[in-house]
């Protein structure tokens, strides 16, 4: 499981300050440093790490925490607390159109994940009786426009597709204009991996953008990343406006700590997860639950 | 700020530059241990120095020893080379380039298709074929890669073929059945060519963080990987991860990818991947 090494660690780290009649500032200190290690070795970035470490530790050396009959628990509570806002707080689900379509852009790194996730994504609407349109935008990858088809045949839902001789502006343009004609209510725009740093890449988004005005930009990233996270994430909040994030291939025995890394930056919510290769393993996040089980409460 | 003195504030620095570079934690403090050891034998005190000798430290452990080649070739027939790795990280797209090179170099390259599970992976793999202008050895989609692969030696022997590269569909290291799919394919390349396969090449993306070590440990165990293609370094990632893979499991990283491109592949440069660790971090520009 995903955040399971992290939660051993986390919950090591704490173990020792559970059921403490009395805590210290050094007990603090001394478990805050082992916390700092399990989320650094989770691969959340460290400068957020810093950060948390620093607020907990703000927090739970306060006389409230500390002279309470409970100190222990509190310290683990004011944990628990800010690991929760670090992760998002509530659930957040997808913002539909008030007038349909609803038009949904996914975007991100090379490899993470994106077309996958639009075949899930197609087949949990779809699932819930609306009529997704997939619009076949990426015309870089060799066969892209191909495994998107199969994926749209998989679970039975259009592929809306230009060839690759047309810009992607052109194509998500009338990929919107198809769903409408053909009273499709959401649109999942595929785009082309990228690196954030690709300036023609990252415009080439920006235009898409204007150009059919999405209720969504997701952006998709895989669990494993490390440190860079937060660059990827920065730059594309930056240059698009992010809504959404969606973690990839938690299925996996990664810490996922970029996961926290991303949502720190950006601000944005954790919508959903990848939990498999196959079309039916994408969940809903939700990050209190996550929060309690990486703890173990 | 130029610092006159080496103190803790300086290796602190320097720690946190290879963490955010993800070389990981434990990896980490080991070599900031060695520095400062080395700081305490040479009696350097200049903060300028600190940089390069850390490194120094790095290249001496990365270097590849002059008799492992980036490519170990079958000099008696066919060479045999495998790709594994977990999802996306680069492994087809590693294959189309490799196979540019190599014909370049005017070697006969034949390609086997051996993800038959992602949609579209034959086709992708064909699509490179094309490019390359070199054979593809497919089946249809959903069949077995060790099937498949068996095919592609058949194939690349009776067209003479120099290399054939077998591209295999991703998994993670974690999962066992797919792992047990894999030996598979290892064992009938092993039962088909004397001393094959000649490389198992492991592909690492970048940007993976800590996960990476996990994904050597567990390929290696599986398919006795015999170095690493290091991808996605045009990026903003370091790639560090694999200096711990190198410090615990002793795997060379032979090549690396730089863009989509055919022409986006290199052979490790120890010296330039240093470098790019300590890219523009202040430290760097003190020592410069
Ligand atoms: N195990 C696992 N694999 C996944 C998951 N999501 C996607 N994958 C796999 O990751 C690989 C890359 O997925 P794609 O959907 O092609 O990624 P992409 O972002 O569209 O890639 P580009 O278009 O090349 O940028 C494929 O092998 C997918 O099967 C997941 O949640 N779990
Ligand atoms: N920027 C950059 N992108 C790369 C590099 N190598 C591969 N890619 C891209 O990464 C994505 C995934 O590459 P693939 O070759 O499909 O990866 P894979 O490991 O075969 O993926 P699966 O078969 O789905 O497991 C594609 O969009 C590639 O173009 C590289 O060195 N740099
Ligand atoms: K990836
Ligand atoms: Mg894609
Ligand atoms: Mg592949």
């Not at chain 1, 703000?58 to 004011?78: C, D, F, M, N, Y």
């Not at chain 1, 690709?198 to 990233?221: N, T, Y």
């Not at chain 2, 170099?105 to 599970?117: C, E, N, P």
């Not at chain 2, 894999?182 to 000649?198: D, I, M, N, S, T």
């Amino acid at each position: 499981m995903a955040f399971e090494g992290l939660s051993e660690r986390l919950q090591a780290a704490l173990q020792k300050l559970r059921g403490k009649g009395k805590v210290t500032e050094a007990d603090v200190k001394a478990a805050m440093r082992e916390v700092r290690l399990a989320l650094l070795e989770a691969d959340v970035n460290f400068k957020v790490v810093k950060e948390f470490v620093d607020r907990v530790r703000e927090r739970a050396v306060g006389q409230e925490v500390l002279k309470s009959l409970t100190p222990g628990q509190q310290v683990i509570k004011v944990v628990n607390e800010e690991l929760t806002r670090l992760m998002g707080g509530e659930q957040s689900k997808l913002t539909f159109a008030q007038r349909p379509p609803t038009v949904i852009m996914m975007v991100g790194l090379q490899g993470a994940g994106k077309t996958t996730t639009t075949g899930k994504l197609a087949r949990l609407l779809k699932k819930q009786n609306r009529k997704p349109l997939l619009v076949a935008g990426d015309v870089y990858r060799p066969a892209a426009i191909r495994q998107l088809q199969v994926l749209g045949e998989q679970v039975g839902v259009p592929v809306f597709s230009m060839g690759d001789k047309e810009s992607p502006v052109r194509i998500a343009a009338e990929g919107v204009a198809r769903a409408k004609e053909e009273g499709c209510d959401v649109v999942l725009i595929d785009t082309a991996g990228r690196l954030h740093v690709d300036e023609a890449m990252m415009e080439e988004l920006r235009k898409i953008r204007e150009e059919v005005q999405p209720h969504e930009i997701l952006l998709v990233v895989d669990a494993m990343t490390g440190q860079d996270a937060v660059n990827v994430a920065e730059n594309f909040h930056r240059e698009l406006g992010l809504t959404g994030v969606v973690l990839t291939k938690l299925d996996g025995d990664t810490r996922g700590g970029a996961a926290l890394s991303v949502k720190a930056v950006t601000d944005c919510p954790i919508k959903f997860v990848g939990m498999g290769e196959k079309l039916d393993s994408l969940e809903p996040f939700h990050p209190e639950r996550m929060a309690s089980r990486i703890l173990g409460m | 700020l130029r610092r006159n003195k080496i103190d803790e504030e300086l290796f602190e620095e320097l720690e946190e530059i290879l963490i955010s570079a993800d070389v990981g934690v434990s990896t980490t403090m080991e070599l900031v241990d060695r520095l400062r050891q080395e700081v305490k034998e040479r009696k350097i005190q200049d903060p300028a120095e600190l940089q390069p000798l850390m490194s120094e430290i790095l290249l001496e452990m990365m270097k590849t020893d002059d008799v492992t080649p980036s490519l170990a070739m079958n000099n008696e027939g066919l060479t045999v080379i495998l790709f594994v790795g977990v999802n996306g990280v680069g492994k087809t797209t590693t294959i189309g380039k490799l196979a540019h090179k190599l014909k370049s170099q005017g070697k006969k390259v034949v390609l086997a298709a051996g993800d038959t599970f992602r949609a579209g992976a034959i086709e992708q793999l064909e699509t490179w074929g094309e490019r390359v202008g070199v054979d593809v050895i497919k089946h249809q989609a959903g069949a077995d890669p060790a099937a498949v692969v068996y095919d592609g030696i058949q194939a690349a022997k009776s067209r003479g073929a120099d290399v054939l590269l077998c591209d295999t569909a991703g998994r993670l290291h974690s999962k066992v059945n797919l792992m047990e799919e894999l030996k598979k394919v290892y064992r009938v390349v092993q039962r088909e060519v004397p001393g094959a396969p000649h490389e198992v090449l492991l592909v690492l993306d970048a940007t993976t963080g800590q996960n990476a070590l996990q994904q050597a440990k567990t390929f290696s165990q599986a398919v006795n990987v015999s170095g690493i293609v290091l991808t996605k370094l045009d990026g903003t990632a370091k790639g560090g991860i694999v200096i711990a893979i190198r410090n615990e499991l002793d795997l060379p990283v032979k090549w690396v990818g730089l863009g989509e491109k055919m022409e986006d592949l290199q052979e490790f440069d120890a010296e330039q991947f240093v470098h790019g660790l300590f890219g523009q971090s202040r430290l760097m520009e003190e020592a410069e």
